[in-house]
């Protein structure tokens, strides 16, 4: 079963550069094109390219990498590690972020919403649910929904306007019955 992960990971090929020289060379880092490692062997094939990143899907990871971190070999382009060193950068990435969001919900947290957005604060935790006090009601919703938002502070994979219309549609729910 393939697990894919999306994150970026600038940081974990800092240490392992392409050299300058190879950077100068014209590489062609286009959508399905194979990438090779340090070994010779393929690490991945390029998913797509963006504003100046291109996604290297390894089968288990989806890695994030700048442009400038791809050289150009006899085979196509390269990066300076292996598979499975890049398997196990994206694994540390993962479980890096996994403990910074762990250490970020508390009870008393302010969340944004998916927009940046004032949400509410955590009231409570119990297990996987999470009870988000609004200012339209209290919404329970499970640990998925909740990630790091860029700024550094936690955020709620929803809008303030999808809390809302949940909140609306259970209180009607719940008048009716």
């Known amino acids: 079963m393939k697990v894919t992960t999306k994150i970026l990971a600038v ?12 950077v100068a060379q014209a590489v062609n ?3 399905g094109a194979t990438v090779y490692g340090s070994d010779g062997n393929p690490v991945g094939t390029i998913d797509k390219v963006d504003a100046g990143v291109a996604s290297l899907n ?3 990871h989806v890695v994030s990498l700048p442009l400038d971190k791809f050289g150009k ?3 196509g382009p390269t990066i300076t590690v292996t598979k499975a060193q890049l398997d196990q950068l994206a694994e540390q990435a993962v479980a890096q972020a996994a403990a910074k969001l762990e250490a970020a919900l508390v009870a008393g947290a302010a969340v944004l919403d998916n927009n940046g957005a004032a949400l509410g604060t955590i009231d409570k935790i119990d297990g996987d649910n999470i009870v988000l006090k609004t200012a339209a009601g209290s919404v329970t919703m499970t640990r998925k929904y909740f990630a790091l938002a860029p700024s550094g502070g936690l955020m709620a994979l929803v809008t303030k306007d ?16």
Do not use: N
């Open 58 to 60: 390894t089968g288990t």
């Open 73 to 75: 070999g006899a085979k």
């Open 162 to 177: 999808q809390v809302e219309q949940s909140l609306k549609t259970s209180g009607a729910a719940a008048a009716q019955s």
């Open 29 to 31: 880092v286009a959508a």
């Open 11 to 22: 940081a974990a090929l800092s240490l392992a550069t392409v050299s300058g020289a190879a």
